[in-house]
């Protein structure tokens, strides 16, 4: 059984820090790109970050860039989302997701068919 399991999301004051989990279970992990999507109140859900496995290719959307870092440790299934900076926007559900590889490779929706339930994100002031 497919499990992704997000965790360290929580309240954090703005200009702070904080790095998100996602424990990948169930399913053979290096088959897979990953990556982290968010979801605020009203809005679409959208990609943030995504991460090639067995690679160190990566791709963030522009929002993300230079504040946003997302790394993998491939001995533990574990992708990770490592945010700085923090602001009022930034306050959303994250969510960890899973692609196969080899039908390419972005931070659209649908290319991903593995999604974990969320943690939640609130920034501060």
């Known amino acids: 059984q497919v499990q992704l399991m997000e965790s360290g999301g929580g309240s954090v004051q703005a200009g702070g820090s904080v790095r998100l989990s996602c424990a990948a279970s169930?399913?053979?992990?290096?088959?897979?790109?990953m990556g982290w999507f968010r979801q605020a109140p009203g809005k679409e859900r959208e990609g943030v970050a995504s991460?090639?496995?067995?690679?160190?290719?990566?791709f963030y959307a522009d929002f993300a860039k230079g504040r946003f870092t997302i790394s993998q440790d491939d001995a533990k299934n574990t992708l990770y989302l490592h945010m700085n900076s923090l602001k009022l926007e930034v306050t959303s559900m994250y969510y960890c997701?899973?692609?196969?590889?080899?039908?390419?490779?972005?931070?659209?929706?649908?290319?991903?068919?593995?999604w974990g339930q969320g943690t939640q994100v609130t920034v501060s002031s």
């Open positions: 997701a899973a692609g196969p590889k080899g039908n390419g490779w972005n931070l659209k929706r649908d290319l991903y068919n593995y």
């Open positions: 991460i090639y496995t067995g690679r160190t290719s990566t």
């Open positions: 169930g399913y053979t992990y290096s088959r897979y790109f």
